[in-house]
């Protein structure tokens, strides 16, 4: 079940609220630029899916948000349940960055966490399958796959390039509880 919590920035042990109520996610996030969204057209996917298959399944929910948001180009990232060389991936992003545009992701399977630093205040959401998260292009954020990733994300875009972590040097991340 996804899940909100919301602490002060100085505060990581002592979450100010905690929800799995989409209603209160969706405004939380909303006050604040971000986008979540409920998907009703999840699909289950067969573990030996393609990335095209993936594109295929969610073409309508792609669609709609290339209309909607400009975004150019969709593309897949799929962590396999048990797939070797994950640590370092999961390091690179455990750092706060923003990047020059949209981070935009439909959950297609698994589960992920993502820490939005807005405002004194660092909103852990945790998504999983038919969650849609749209970070606003500059928002300083990291992102965490866990211990044990699994997961596949449809990535939207206006430019691929534009989706380059820029980290922002602040250590954070690392006071903050990591997504098991």
Not at 46 to 72: C, H, M, W
Request: net charge neutral.
């Amino acid at each position: 079940m996804s899940r909100l919590r919301v602490f002060t920035a100085e505060k990581p042990q002592s979450p100010l609220l905690t929800t799995t109520e989409s209603d209160v996610i969706v405004r939380a996030l909303a006050a604040h630029g971000a986008e979540f969204e409920r998907v009703s057209s999840v699909l289950d996917l067969s573990p030996n899916a393609s990335a095209e298959d993936v594109l295929r399944a969610y073409e309508p929910f792609i669609t709609g948000q290339k209309a909607a948001r400009g975004y150019k180009t969709a593309d897949v990232v799929r962590i396999a349940r048990g797939q070797t060389g994950t640590e370092s991936m999961r390091a690179k992003f455990l750092s706060e960055h923003t990047h020059s545009e949209d981070e935009s992701r439909l959950f297609a399977e698994g589960s992920g966490a993502f820490f939005l630093h807005l405002s004194g205040q660092v909103f852990e959401l945790i998504c999983e399958k038919g969650d849609y998260l749209r970070v606003p292009a500059g928002t300083k954020h990291w992102f965490d796959m866990g211990s044990k990733p699994f997961f596949t994300a449809v990535r939207l875009f206006t430019d691929p390039s534009g989706w380059v972590a820029q980290f922002t040097g602040n250590n954070i991340a690392s006071r903050f509880p990591k997504f098991e």
